[in-house]
Structures are given as structure tokens and as C-alpha cells.
T-cell receptor, first 109, second 114 residues
Framework: RKEVEQDPGPFNVPEGATVAFNCTYS??????FFWYRQDCRKEPKLLMS???SGNEDGRFTAQLNRASQYISLLIRDSKLSDSATYLC??????????FGAGTTVTVRA | ETGVTQSPTHLIKTRGQQVTLRCSSQ?????VSWYQQALGQGPQFIFQ???????GRGNFPPRFSGLQFPNYSSELNVNALELDDSALYLC?????????????FGNGTRLTVT
């Protein structure tokens, strides 16, 4: 079983729509969680950290469910510029990050 | 800007050759981590260097090796290149005690092996 699994999508949504997707992780001892955004042929960039109580950053909301071992990302009022691959990332308290393969989101005009 | 710079940006090599990729750390950071991202996959951890020594390693063969220099910059060396080594190679610098902090990557080196 992979450490981090994501629905690859793609999620095709119109501008202004809400889109949400999850990722699951296998290690119940995982300590920190992040969402990264990656544009085509570019490096991944941190979108937001995910906190136990859930957190928002503008139109983006992240949730953590430790009992079910999943993390979610919700994007409200989608913009064309939100089109990207979103990587779910988990740290187990050691020296490496474990990445999912990414969920592709395409926002159309 | 992350402050982490990588060179070269793109590279084309032939199977069996050797390659060296370079990474300059963000000022003040003492640890460098390298990741490999194949097409359609998430980045995979290769290894981490701290104080010029390997501090952790992922599931990569010994032909993947690295160096960290006193100024905390780093090299990734790959010997006997294989077609499957074609990928985006990412470098990130950090503080050793920041395991629970996110990483900020350089812009990567895209390696193509033919």
C-alpha cells in the first residue's frame, strides 16, 4: 500500500465552482500534513499546511481527519489560475516528506 | 522566492553516462534534501545531507550519490544512467530540526536519458 494515495482526477470544473478532493495516508503516526501545488513542468510549491482543527487560506480550506487518516482540500469560487496538480504531502516525524501522485484540477472559462 | 537554486535547468544524457546536478541552499539552512519526480508521479525522496554526511536515504540504488559542501551547497551524482532515471530532480534546503516544517524546493533539473 502506498504511503499517500490521491484520486488523480482530473476534476474539470467551471469558473466559480467549488471543487473538493481527498487524500489518504497509511501511517497513523504521521505528524504533519501539507498541500502543495504544482504547475506543469514546474517545481511543487507549498499551498498550505494542514492543522488538526482545519484551516482556511482565502478560498482554500484544508481538513484533517486523523481517525480515518485522510486530508481534504476544498477550493471555493474556482479561478482559471487554480488549474494545477495538487500534491498531498505527509511527514512522519523523520527526515523525508511522502508525496501523493497528485490530483489534477482544470478550471474552464 | 525560495532562495534555493539548481543547475542546470535541463540536461540530456545517454544511457550509461554519469551526471552531476547542483543545488545552492537557502542562506542559513544546514540540510539539503533531494527528490526525484518521474512523469505523472509525486516526488520520491532520494537522500538528505547534513554536515556533509548522508542523514537519511530513500529506496534508491548506490549509483545515486551525493555531496554536501561546507557552504551547505550540494551535488547529486548519478552513475550508469538508465532510461528510467529521466525525471525532474528537486532539491530543498532546511534546518535539521525542522522535520515538521514544509520544504521549499528549487526550480529543479529536468534530466532526459536517451
Amino acid at each position: 500500500r502506498k504511503e499517500v494515495e490521491q484520486d488523480p482526477g482530473p476534476f474539470n470544473v467551471p469558473e466559480g465552482a467549488t471543487v473538493a478532493f481527498n487524500c489518504t495516508y497509511s501511517n497513523s503516526a504521521s505528524q504533519s500534513f501539507f498541500w502543495y501545488r504544482q504547475d506543469c513542468r514546474k517545481e511543487p510549491k507549498l499551498l498550505m499546511s494542514v492543522y488538526s482543527s482545519g484551516n482556511e487560506d482565502g478560498r482554500f480550506t484544508a481538513q484533517l481527519n486523523r481517525a480515518s487518516q485522510y486530508i481534504s482540500l476544498l477550493i471555493r469560487d474556482s479561478k482559471l489560475s487554480d488549474s494545477a496538480t495538487y500534491l498531498c504531502v505527509v511527514n512522519n516525524g523523520d527526515y523525508k516528506l511522502s508525496f501523493g501522485a497528485g490530483t489534477t484540477v482544470t478550471v474552464r472559462a | 522566492e525560495t532562495g534555493v537554486t539548481q543547475s542546470p535547468t535541463h540536461l540530456i544524457k545517454t544511457r550509461g553516462q554519469q551526471v552531476t546536478l547542483r543545488c545552492s541552499s537557502q542562506s542559513g539552512h544546514n540540510t539539503v534534501s533531494w527528490y526525484q519526480q518521474a512523469l505523472g508521479q509525486g516526488p520520491q525522496f532520494i537522500f538528505q545531507y547534513y554536515r556533509e554526511e548522508e542523514n537519511g536515504r530513500g529506496n534508491f540504488p548506490p549509483r545515486f550519490s551525493g555531496l554536501q559542501f561546507p557552504n551547505y551547497s550540494s551535488e547529486l551524482n548519478v552513475n550508469a544512467l538508465e532510461l528510467d532515471d529521466s525525471a525532474l530532480y528537486l532539491c530543498a534546503s532546511s534546518f535539521l530540526d525542522s522535520y515538521n516544517s514544509p520544504l521549499h524546493f528549487g526550480n529543479g533539473t529536468r534530466l532526459t536519458v536517451t
